[in-house]
């Protein structure tokens, strides 16, 4: 087992008629993250939560916060989100605006930045920014639901970005997030990622702790 994974339990497969207790659940089951998705119905075709849940969660857990902003115009929150209490936001280059000045002003607010990769761009796209990351998602399906299946041919970009990010000396995290599982995990770990992200193997398995350990014991 590598002791250097991490387990980024994703809130959307979470029952939200209860999150603090969901929360807890994770927290006390070995999650190392707590990951919040954040859509707006325009970037990607869902709508989930915004700055105030992220404060209600911030209050139910001392566990870093990754915010996975999946909205047209990142640049517009950053200062809400800090706020609230979020330590990684994760932007998408995809978006209109001006993502490197965005990273910036994420590092301006005290947060560390991170870049999500829908899977149709390329990881070129992270060349002049890799200084400014603290963390690289890699999506292995394309955002705006859980419960997707897997994209096998991300393991190859993940492979890529860790290069990367090996070739510069960078300490950024590498992440994934999308249709992660018992069967999925092996394969990204292998390809060089250390941070896991998932919302369907976590919170819709009948045990949290159970699903944490069994995600912990394959990779
Ligand atoms: C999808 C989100 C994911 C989602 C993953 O757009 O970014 O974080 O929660 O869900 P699963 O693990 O069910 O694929
Ligand atoms: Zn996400």
Not at 21 to 36: F, K, Q
């Amino acid at each position: 087992m590598d002791t250097q994974v991490r387990i980024a339990p994703s809130i959307l497969s979470a029952n939200f008629a209860v999150l603090g207790e969901e929360v807890r659940r994770a927290e006390s089951a070995g999650a190392d993250v707590i990951h919040i998705d954040v859509m707006d119905g325009h970037f990607v075709p869902n709508i989930t939560v915004g700055p105030l849940v992220v404060a209600a969660v911030r209050k139910m857990t001392s566990l870093p916060l990754d915010v996975h902003l999946m909205v047209e115009r990142p640049e517009n929150f950053v200062e809400d989100f800090a706020r609230a209490g979020a330590d990684i936001l994760t932007i998408h280059p995809e978006t209109p605006g001006h993502w490197h000045r965005t990273l910036q002003q994420i590092h301006g607010a005290g947060m560390r930045a991170g870049v999500a990769l829908n899977p149709g761009t390329s990881e070129s796209v992270l060349e002049y920014v890799l200084s400014l990351l603290d963390l690289v998602l890699v999506m292995t399906v394309n955002p705006g639901f859980g419960g997707q299946l897997f994209i096998v041919e991300m393991l190859p970009k993940i492979a890529a970005v860790r290069r990367m990010l090996a070739a510069v000396g960078s300490v950024a995290w590498l992440s994934v997030d999308g249709g992660i599982n018992m069967t999925t995990a092996p394969l990204v770990v292998r390809a060089g990622a250390d941070t896991l992200v998932a919302g369907t193997a976590i919170f819709g398995a009948p045990d949290v702790t159970v699903a944490v350990t069994a995600l912990r014991s394959v990779v």
